[in-house]
């Protein structure tokens, strides 16, 4: 299954409110995880099941979708948000990411 | 919360084999888990590589499917990534991790490892 991210870049100011798309290549119902890795990091998981947020993960961030379309918004930026964002299909295995998206400040 | 310590060469030469291990603390490797591989070269994207449940089922990645093998050690509690015949193209940050699982939310990578950076280089 193919995971197509976009943008690829995005350059947003503290306080704008982002959105970043995946898509999948086929239906992959609910099976999307969302994730922030920072230079030098390892991946930390967001969101589960497409709209699911992490305990302790801000409620800035939310995700939608189901299928093959799906969204991950971050209502109002703050400093620590600009990473790089990836997403993950768990429907079947592999269980490929999507390109990614680098979140930079304007 | 489980921890996740990978470990292994830094530098391997073109052909050679890429050998690491993944110890696990805080939890067993027995547990009802699937351990997974997770690679980045650098500057780009993340790759899974392959899995491995603790009765010694795995899935890899078609694309590395005939160079990789995944293994389990229960008496040290780890995890082991072979890779061979490597070239540059194999050069990477190596991560483990652990999905934890619910019938709702499917698989979903909580657990990480911090990485280890592998050079493919004479």
């Known amino acids: ?106 | 919360q489980v921890q996740l310590q990978e470990s292994g060469p830094g530098l391997v030469k073109p052909s050679g084999t890429l050998s690491l291990t993944c110890a696990v603390s805080g939890g067993s490797i027995s547990s009802s888990n699937w351990w997974t591989w997770v690679r980045q070269p650098p500057g780009k994207g993340l790759e899974w590589i392959g899995e491995i449940y603790h009765s010694g089922s795995t899935n890899y990645n078609p694309s590395l499917k005939s160079r990789v093998t995944i293994s389990v050690d229960k008496s040290k509690n780890q995890v082991s990534l072979k890779l061979t015949s490597v070239t540059a193209a194999d050069t990477a940050v190596y991560y483990c991790t652990r999905p934890s699982y619910s019938s709702s939310m499917g698989y979903y990578f909580d657990s990480w490892g911090q990485g280890t950076l592998v050079t493919v280089s004479s």
């Open chain 1, 1 to 106: 299954i193919q995971m197509t991210q976009s943008p690829s870049s995005l350059s947003a100011s503290v306080g704008d409110r982002v959105t970043i798309t995946c898509r999948a290549s086929q239906s992959i119902s609910n099976y999307l995880n969302w994730y922030q890795q920072k230079p030098g990091k390892a991946p930390k998981l967001l969101i589960s099941a497409a709209s699911s947020l992490q305990s302790g993960v801000p409620s800035r961030f939310s995700g939608s979708g189901s299928g093959t379309d799906f969204t991950l918004t971050i209502s109002s930026l703050q400093p620590e948000d600009f990473a790089t964002y990836y997403c993950q299909q768990s429907h079947s295995t592999p269980y490929t990411f999507g390109q990614g998206t680098k979140l930079e400040i304007k």
